[in-house]
């Protein structure tokens, strides 16, 4: 019991006691775009919204407010990966529609109702919260290989892809 409530004052305190520590060279604190425009700006690491996720809420209901709060930034991510398929599969979006919007009981539970609870939520429709959600499975953007060695020491490497 008292481990426990140590933990919980530590992970309380955290925040407070957290401070910001540059990176070393050749590495910075740096989102470059567009002609070198750094989009990061360190004075706004603390205004991260926090949201909690109580896994004991119904699956429908867990994401609802996150999934309201950023609804236009869904779609507008969802739009990219559209633009980014439909030159190349332009019946891609009835594929989107007709099959991954009619996943009911091919999605494990409660992943599935999360999903749902996402759709409805946000408005946008549930074959493309699906796409959304399994884009990286689909399109080659990231590969891990996962290996364990005769010690039974894992092993675990990730790279921003072939083909891309």
């Not at 990176?23 to 909690?52: F, M, R, S």
Request: with cysteine; net charge negative.
């Amino acid at each position: 019991m008292q481990t426990r409530v140590l933990i919980f004052l530590c992970l309380q305190a955290s925040p407070l006691l957290a401070k910001h520590v540059d990176i070393p060279a050749p590495y910075a604190d740096d989102c470059l775009i567009d002609h070198g425009t750094n989009l990061y700006d360190q004075k706004n690491a603390e205004k991260v919204p926090w949201y909690t996720i109580n896994l004991d809420d119904p699956p429908k209901e867990r994401f609802k407010q996150i999934a309201t709060d950023y609804k236009d930034n869904i779609k507008e991510l969802i739009d990219k990966i559209k633009w980014l398929i439909v030159p190349t599969h332009p019946n891609a979006l009835k594929f989107v529609d007709d099959i991954l919007g009619g996943m009911d009981g091919k999605i494990a539970e409660p992943y599935q109702d999360e999903i749902k609870g996402i759709s409805d939520a946000s408005g946008i429709p549930l074959g493309e919260i699906v796409l959304y959600n399994i884009f990286y499975e689909v399109f080659t953007v990231c590969t891990s290989v996962i290996a364990v060695d005769e010690q039974n020491k894992v092993y675990h490497s990730r790279n921003l892809d072939f083909g891309l």
